[in-house]
């Protein structure tokens, strides 16, 4: 007589679920997160009508070894959180460490020169002024 087996679509769900977890740890130890390249430093950035504010939280990374840069519309955070401890044995060990970096192409003009960042309990903030845009100019055409 064939056995019946009854469909659950949770256990299915979570088979897949597991599946995804094993999958993303995998990729983030290889992109970085461990500390083996140069991973993808975590922001939040909001905008209001003068300015756009990026925030980038770096703890135990003191503020001179954060590089901040802007080159043409592209803003560039670097710094190198720092190693674990050698020679305990970890219980748990979730915070990154190693080279971090995050690029933006910002699409709005914004007034390079009066950016200004600040580091606050191991908070990056970076105020970047809107600039005006652009107006519209038409050209005449000459003849010759």
Known sequence: MPTTVRWSPRRELMSL????????????A?????????GRLP??????????V??????????????????SETLTIRCELPEP??????????RPFGKFSRALTLNVPVDTDNITATFNHGLLTLTL???APTEPKTIKIQTK
């Open 54 to 71: 990026i925030q980038a939280a770096i703890p135990g990374v003191p503020p001179e070894e954060v590089s901040v840069t802007i080159e």
């Open 129 to 131: 002024p809107k600039r």
């Open 85 to 94: 401890l050698e020679n305990v044995e970890y219980i748990f060990q979730e």
């Open 43 to 52: 922001i939040d950035v909001y905008t209001t009508p003068s300015e756009i």
């Open 30 to 38: 290889e992109k970085g997160i461990r500390g083996n390249n140069e």
């Open 17 to 28: 679920r597991e599946a995804m977890d094993h999958l993303l740890e995998e990729s983030l």
